[in-house]
């Protein structure tokens, strides 16, 4: 029997395929971030707080001790606050990108990127859309591959012009840290299609933009 011919999937069924599977993601990232923060991260807090409470009935040395693994507990639980929001970030959804963006760059991959500059010229959205979220998770791809390379430190500027949003990362060496990391790059095209935006690379490979409609 003849098989029937091949038919070409309309692009706008494509993106909204890819918009899909990006929210059921985005979902699972979310249930595992709370359960991570319902479990794992109470019982921490919660040890905590016990051996505070422990270290005052203790001799100094004791006393000491318990203070020292307290401060691992803390680390732990610090290290674990920054895993529940790579997972699902919620300064994104509660004030937006321009804070979910700081954040990234104080306590999230960026901190270990001393130098990442930020400068922001476009006002604040309150609430994330589609185009926030492929912005915030296809910067952070980006500076994890730039953390990976080596490459020196970049700088980010978000804009807003008319109804786009454009996020442009300037930094020797960007296009080639993001391509050693191909399926990252590929992943955050995807993102920006699936919302309508794009992603450019300058000729020297020095700059990257990342596009996106404004939610309205």
Do not use: K
């Amino acid at each position: 029997m003849p098989r029937p011919p091949a038919q070409d999937v309309p692009a706008a069924s494509l993106r909204a395929l890819v918009q899909r599977l990006l929210d059921a993601g985005e979902r699972d990232g979310r249930a595992r971030a709370r359960a991570l923060h319902g479990g794992p991260g109470q019982t921490l807090a919660v040890a905590r707080l016990l051996l505070g409470q422990l270290a005052g009935r203790l001799d100094d040395e004791a006393a000491r001790q318990v203070s020292e693994v307290s401060e691992l507990l803390g680390e732990a639980l610090a290290e674990l606050r920054r895993l529940e929001h790579a997972l699902h970030p919620p300064t994104l959804d509660d004030l937006g990108l321009a804070p979910a963006l700081r954040w990234l760059l104080r306590d999230g991959v960026g901190a270990s990127l001393p130098g990442t500059e930020l400068v922001l010229e476009t006002e604040p959205e309150e609430r994330a859309g589609d185009a926030d979220r492929a912005l915030y998770r296809s910067t952070e791809d980006l500076l994890h591959a730039v953390r990976e390379a080596g490459t020196p430190a970049p700088r980010l500027r978000l804009c807003g012009r008319g109804d786009v949003l454009r996020l442009v990362a300037d930094g020797p060496g960007l296009a080639d840290a993001w391509v050693r990391r191909d399926p990252e790059l590929l992943l955050a095209r995807l993102r920006l299609q699936a919302c309508g935006g794009r992603l450019r690379v300058s000729a020297d490979g020095d700059r990257v933009v990342l596009l996106a409609p404004r939610a309205r």
